[in-house]
T-cell receptor, first 113, second 111 residues
Framework: AAGVIQSPRHLIKEKRETATLKCYPI?????VYWYQQGPGQDPQFLIS???????DKGSIPDRFSAQQFSDYHSELNMSSLELGDSALYFC????????????FGAGTRLSVL | GQQLNQSPQSMFIQEGEDVSMNCTSS?????WLWYKQDPGEGPVLLIA?????ELTSNGRLTAQFGITRKDSFLNISASIPSDVGIYFC???????????FGEGTQLTVNP
């Protein structure tokens, strides 16, 4: 079965640069979620979208923005990167017709040097 | 905000032993989920619980949704080396809303 696809898997950036992370949800899933996981920590919710509209917002810095496109894929844009932004970024998707269980992608490991 | 306390933080067991871990919350959740995460990978869903008191099994895994809706436990029976990894509980309020994760339990299984 198709899973959540994230790209790139690894990304290395310098401080103050920008980064764009992409997420392709499971087909026919209508909701996308973004989480950030620091080293040795649990995933922390950033933001979510349902049917291309922002549905919830967590502890996402103002330097970050995200959107969901007409084909339901989502992008997380990160600007003015800081060393503390180094983390694993996960996308998850769900479907209201399937009890909204969240299935996670393999993640993007962002390293800010 | 909501917080989940997961224990134990780590466990070192022998192959074949049973394992138990639990999560408690100060708030009520409508859904409890258990995920397993391997290093550098995304969390993989193990079990989902939807009703207070619900007891659900998935192979050697058994999980329960506490009656108060503020806690859940996961049991793994007859552990094997591939059970190694980090186990996270996660609570969800309204369906479709964000997940709140516990701190994780690092499981090590010695052959």
């Amino acid at each position: 079965a198709a899973g959540v696809i994230q790209s790139p898997r690894h990304l290395i950036k310098e401080k103050r640069e920008t980064a764009t992370l992409k997420c392709y949800p499971i087909p026919r899933h209508d909701t996308v979620y973004w989480y950030q996981q620091g080293p040795g920590q649990d995933p922390q919710f950033l933001i979510s979208f349902y049917e291309k509209m922002q549905s919830d917002k967590g502890s996402i810095p103002d330097r970050f923005s995200a959107q969901q496109f007409s084909d339901y894929h989502s992008e997380l844009n990160m600007s003015s990167l800081e060393l503390g932004d180094s983390a694993l970024y996960f996308c998850a998707s769900s479907s209201r017709r399937a009890k909204n269980i969240q299935y996670f992608g393999a993640g993007t490991r962002l390293s800010v040097l | 905000g909501q917080q989940l306390n997961q224990s134990p933080q780590s466990m070192f067991i022998q192959e074949g032993e049973d394992v138990s871990m639990n999560c408690t919350s100060s708030s009520i959740f409508n859904t409890w989920l258990w995920y397993k995460q391997d290093p550098g990978e995304g969390p993989v869903l193990l079990i989902a619980l939807y009703k207070a008191g619900e007891l659900t099994s998935n192979g050697r895994l058994t999980a329960q949704f506490g009656i108060t809706r503020k806690d859940s436990f996961l049991n793994i029976s007859a552990s094997i080396p591939s059970d190694v990894g980090i186990y996270f509980c996660a609570g969800q309020g309204i369906s479709g809303s964000r997940l709140t994760f516990g701190e994780g339990t690092q499981l090590t299984v010695n052959p």
